[in-house]
């Protein structure tokens, strides 16, 4: 018989999930909200369920949820869409970037990205048969190496991946380094796909700035949201994808096969959400910086150096100063089963590397949950 395997492996986030849940202990790895569902959005989604329709809904989104993405993209940025031509619907942003990832890649195509990377990216560019072109940044300040950026674009280069706000660093691109991915795109003729699933989480008085908003790049971007980040519903798995026409056609094709849809009524409740007033979007990141200030404040206190995070659910912290023997993976492991708390070791985001002493911790728990992870780790070491 022919062997059956796989070549993909496990995700971190569910063996990590697993393990903290085998251990009783606060999971500060998978990056899922806790305690911010705002309730008005939930109730919406249970009226539509009850209400209907409950049948597959068109291909592309439904029409008030394509509208509604396109008065947001609108309101925030500036950026119009036609909702009909330029927007599409997905099953969370982990659909969308299939879509652009299957969509637009030939085989032998190069794809440059950057380290740390989100995990479903690599998988999916190499079933592609896209060839991946990596480049670094690293703690503690996640600094572009423009040269070696330039150095990795070539004629064969189809697209870039761009997220920002970064996970798992938290690093928010400012407009100099996305000026100079801008003019990378225009030399080489390449696309973006641009993961901003997080454009709401950026704190300390800065703004998302989409590289779809700087000169050239509207007909160059494909510009990816989630629901799950914007409304701490990660369950929902409601995402989107908004691109020019000629770009998004190709991805309708992929996405078709894939999922074809998403459920309306989440899609109706998440339509009525993305029109609330500028109140929930501030509320929601004061809300995620007080939280990444008392994680910051109490993972010092414990010992560890933190480095800074401009955006995104994530801290990053260097474990060295706590005197423990071994990488970052045996590090998450032990403190999973011996302290009761969950990271993620960073290290998983790179192709190897020596970047091997740092832990993921998400901090968008509740206070509670903060506060009873500092104190097992406190207590720990
Ligand atoms: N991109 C990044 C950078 C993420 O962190 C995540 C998950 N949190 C996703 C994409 C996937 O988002 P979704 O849950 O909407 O599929
Ligand atoms: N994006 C989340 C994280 O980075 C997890 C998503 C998942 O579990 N697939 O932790």
């Not at 701490?232 to 096969?257: C, E, F, I, M």
Request: hydrophobic share 45%; with cysteine; charged share 25%.
């Amino acid at each position: 018989a022919n062997a059956i395997f796989s070549s993909l492996g496990t995700t971190i986030f569910e063996t990590m999930s697993r393990l903290a849940q085998a251990h009783g202990a606060v999971n500060l790895g998978q990056g899922f909200p806790e305690g911010l569902e705002p309730a008005d959005v939930v109730a919406r989604a249970a009226e539509a369920l009850v209400a209907g329709p409950n049948q597959y809904p068109s291909m592309m989104g439904t029409p008030d949820l394509r509208q509604a993405i396109a008065r947001h993209e609108r309101r925030f940025y500036g950026t119009e869409l036609d909702p009909m031509a330029e927007v599409m619907v997905t099953s969370g942003a982990t659909e969308a970037l299939a879509d652009c990832l299957f969509g637009l890649i030939e085989p032998g195509d190069e794809v440059v990205l950057i380290e740390p990377l989100y995990d479903s990216y690599l998988p999916i560019i190499r079933r592609a048969g896209g060839i991946p072109k990596l480049v670094r940044v690293e703690p503690p300040h996640w600094d572009l190496p423009r040269e070696t950026l330039a150095a990795a674009f070539s004629p064969r280069t189809k697209l870039m991946i761009l997220n920002t706000p970064m996970n798992p660093s938290g690093k928010v691109w400012s407009r100099d380094e996305m000026a100079f991915v801008a003019g990378l795109l225009e030399r080489f003729d390449a696309y973006c796909v641009c993961d901003e699933v997080y454009e709401h989480l950026v704190y300390d008085g800065r703004r998302h700035l989409p590289l779809m908003t700087l000169p050239g790049m509207r007909e160059r971007c494909l510009k990816i949201g989630s629901a799950g980040k914007i409304f701490s519903l990660t369950g929902w798995k409601v995402g989107w994808v908004v691109a020019a026409p000629d770009l998004l056609a190709p991805l309708a094709k992929v996405h078709q096969y894939l999922t074809f849809a998403t459920p309306p009524n989440l899609q109706s409740a998440v339509a009525w959400g993305l029109d609330k007033e500028d109140s929930y979007y501030d509320g929601l990141a004061a809300m995620l910086a007080e939280r990444r200030d008392r994680l910051a404040e109490g993972l010092r206190g414990v010992g560890f150096e933190v480095m800074a995070a401009g955006g995104s659910y994530f801290l990053t912290a260097d474990f060295r100063p706590l005197g423990f023997a071994g990488d970052d993976d045996d590090f998450c492991r032990h403190i999973t089963e011996k302290a009761g708390v969950a990271a993620i070791p960073i290290s998983t985001f790179y192709q190897g590397g020596d970047v091997d002493h740092f832990a993921r911790f998400c901090f968008a728990k509740t206070e509670s949950a903060i506060d009873e992870a500092v104190m097992r780790l406190r207590r720990y070491f």
